[in-house]
């Protein structure tokens, strides 16, 4: 036994330095190489979670609130891993409802912790060739999300037809789909080269939209509902969020998610590589996503609890959402440019703050700046 655990342990050295070498001359074989290392298991389990990171919230209770974003995993195959590897759950996608393959091109920026992507729409395999996935993994205790956004093309034709059953009807099918395989359901209006994405404050859209999900949700899975979650887009004006928060408390959302992709268009954000269009993640939309939340935690009282998705490298990035109001904290990025012993380390040092701070438990903390 001690013999196959030291030989696992020199694998994962092995590998974690072949990785960190590779992706260092080329992170999109980095990239690749990361992947088929998860497939694999070379990387080792969490060995515990201390207990300050525990928090119950959406009907679960999760060991530890750092968690993986949707946009890392769309093929369903990596998220159970990194959960074992100490992540406290995972979001698959996003899907849409067919496949999508934009042309893209993706630019990964070593020096500012970001990547760049130039492309309109998801690249996907479409939702119902997930299903037999989502159905052989469904045993897993892992608490699980599905993301669902709509196809650009098919948004485009509801607004040239003036109306919006199409991309409704497109929710709800998607949801039903895939309500008996998930824990939460995430709408996906983050997309800022998507135009649903500047409809969110648009009450007699968003508001019938959502509330129809929700009772396919339902309808489709009466035993155990997934929750629903609405992603919204990062960019919103000082004069969309009141009303966009408003809307999610009409519609009665069990949470929302602040935070992922953020159009270089619509900010002044400066990167060492001369880049003015594309989508933005990384460290360089933190401080975007720590101010939202912290505006979104005000608009709706603390009454829904906020997912901050962006720009966490480390135990105070992370700690500096949770503060401004967000309960659960999803990595992606940083994955990708530091391999996944990110996560054990994020709550190595998240741990470390809570302490110092003299908090027991990261419950406490949630929105500590405004007490």
């Known amino acids: 036994m001690a013999k196959r655990a030291n030989r696992r342990n020199l694998n994962t050295f092995l590998f974690s330095l072949f990785w960190w070498m590779i992706q260092k001359i080329s992170p999109k074989q980095g990239d690749t190489l990361l992947y088929w290392g998860l497939r694999s298991g070379a990387f080792p389990s969490a060995a515990r979670f201390d207990p300050e990171l525990g928090l119950d919230i959406l009907g679960h209770h999760f060991n530890t609130p750092i968690g993986i974003g949707a946009g890392f995993d769309r093929k369903a ?23 999508e393959n934009p042309t893209t091109e993706t630019f990964f920026l070593k020096k500012d912790n970001a990547i760049v992507i130039e492309s309109l729409g998801w690249k996907n395999p479409g939702i119902l060739k997930m299903i037999p996935i989502f159905i052989n993994r469904r045993y897993l205790p892992n608490f699980i999300g599905i993301n669902l956004t709509i196809t650009a093309a098919a948004e485009g034709e509801n607004i040239k037809l003036g109306h919006h059953m199409m991309y409704d009807d497109e929710f709800d099918l998607m949801a039903r789909k895939v309500a008996p ?6 709408l996906d209006f983050s997309h800022p080269e998507v135009e649903l994405s500047s409809r969110v404050s648009d009450a007699s859209t968003m508001v019938p939209l959502i509330k129809r999900v929700k009772k396919a949700l339902t309808e489709a899975a009466p035993i155990q509902t997934p929750k629903l ?49 594309g989508m933005l993640s990384g460290k360089p939309i933190q401080k975007y996503v720590t101010e939202t ?7 709706t009282k603390g009454q829904i609890p906020i997912i901050a998705c962006g720009g966490v490298f480390s135990g105070q990035d992370a700690y500096n959402h949770i503060a401004a109001g967000a309960s659960l904290i999803q990595l992606g990025t940083a994955i990708r440019f530091e391999g996944p012993g990110v996560i054990t380390r994020v709550n190595r040092e998240l741990t470390a703050i809570l302490r110092a701070k003299g908090f027991k438990s990261v419950q406490e903390a949630i929105g500590a700046d405004f007490i």
Do not use: W
């Open 77 to 99: 195959n990596v998220i159970d891993d990194l959960i074992f590897m100490g992540a406290g759950f995972g979001e698959f996608g996003p899907y849409t409802l067919d496949y």
């Open 229 to 277: 979650v609405v992603k919204l887009p990062l960019d919103m004006t000082p004069l969309e969020l009141p009303l966009v928060c408003q809307n999610m408390l009409n519609a009665a959302v069990d949470a929302v998610i602040v935070g992922g992709p953020l159009s270089l268009f619509r900010t002044s954000v400066h990167l060492s590589k001369p880049i003015k269009i």
């Open 181 to 186: 395989y998930c824990d939460y359901i995430t």
């Open 293 to 299: 939340v912290a505006k979104v935690r005000q608009f």
